[in-house]
């Protein structure tokens, strides 16, 4: 297994259209494996091939409640409902979030590793996962989605220095780091 390069805005293979699989091979349950490595490394919720260089049709979702990667080749939505606007984030636009349109629920149908079509019916969490992931494969990002102009945020932590200020001398350093390593948990970056 390996922790593949990922892929970063302005790269143009982000806004390229991923090609169907034809059919589960060696090459590709690796690539399944290093993608699911790379997204745990980067502490993503889901990873679309294109962010690593690959243009085939794979991406893989693993949300905090779930055991098991989900791994979804040739994915697609069959069905939306509803409307919400959720805060999101993503691995290959890094330092940015943004407030988007999602979907309360989406249906979903792709083939697993074994080569079999499976559905999936999804709400919160794994539905925007799911709709942020196969829109990476159709060359779309959530910054298409962007309730307004102004929806896009680049984080800074401005709050959580504020709050340093007010330690104890000798903390400051202990602080900073306990942010550093909230920060990914805490995010749905994918
Ligand atoms: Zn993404």
Redesign the pocket.
Known sequence: MAILNMRFLPDPILRKQAKKVAKVTPQLKKLVENMVETMHDQNGVGLAAN?VGSLQKVAVIQTPDMEEPMVLINPEIMKKEGERQVEEG???VPGYRGLVNRSEKVRAKAMGLDGKIYRVNAEELLAQALE?EID?LNGIL?IDHLVSHESLYKITYVHDDEEFEEDEEGEEEEATEHVAEEAPTSSSD?
């Open positions: 962010q993503c691995l290959s942020h990476h959530y994918d």
